[in-house]
């Protein structure tokens, strides 16, 4: 499994989501810790935890060889020194549709490690139906 070192969360996060669109099993696995305590929680489906059933479950999905395509908004994010949390809306299309799909809430949950950021967590679940935008937040920081 290849192994990169993201030098910052939102590093972590730009692969998290390009392994995604591209259905790359292992670039996806890349950016997760090596870490039995991980977790993920895919819409609508139960929690998978530890390395080897992350990896099923991504395989799972991957599998079903649907190009997707992601816009990121509303992007909230809670940073401290060894972790980051990033909560999004995730507007997702698939190939072939005209429109988006229904707009689905993650929240994605980095460490940092002695081999750069991983993730750690993502949960994802079905966005409410009348979501209004809300106002841009700034980073904050946490000493």
């Known amino acids: 499994m ?5 030098a910052t969360p939102q590093d972590a996060e730009a692969a998290f989501y ?5 259905s790359d099993l292992e670039g996806m696995m890349a950016v997760w810790a090596d870490d039995d305590d ?3 929680v895919h819409p609508q489906g139960a929690r998978v935890a530890g390395v080897a059933e992350v990896r099923e479950s991504w395989r799972r999905i991957f599998n079903s060889r649907q190009t997707l395509t992601f816009e990121l908004r509303e992007q909230h994010l809670v940073h ?7 909560c999004v809306y995730e507007d997702i ?21 002695e ?5 750690v967590a993502h949960h994802a679940s079905p966005a409410p139906a009348a979501t209004q935008p809300a106002p841009q937040r700034a980073v ?3 000493h």
């Open 2 to 6: 290849k192994k990169s070192v993201f």
């Open 18 to 22: 390009e392994a995604f669109t591209k």
């Open 93 to 113: 299309q698939l190939e072939g549709e005209s429109r988006a799909r229904a707009s689905t809430v993650a929240t994605n949950i980095y460490l940092r490690t």
């Open 80 to 86: 401290g020194m060894m972790f980051s949390v990033h």
């Open 140 to 142: 904050k920081t946490l």
């Open 115 to 119: 081999r750069g950021w991983r993730m």
């Open 38 to 40: 991980i977790y993920c």
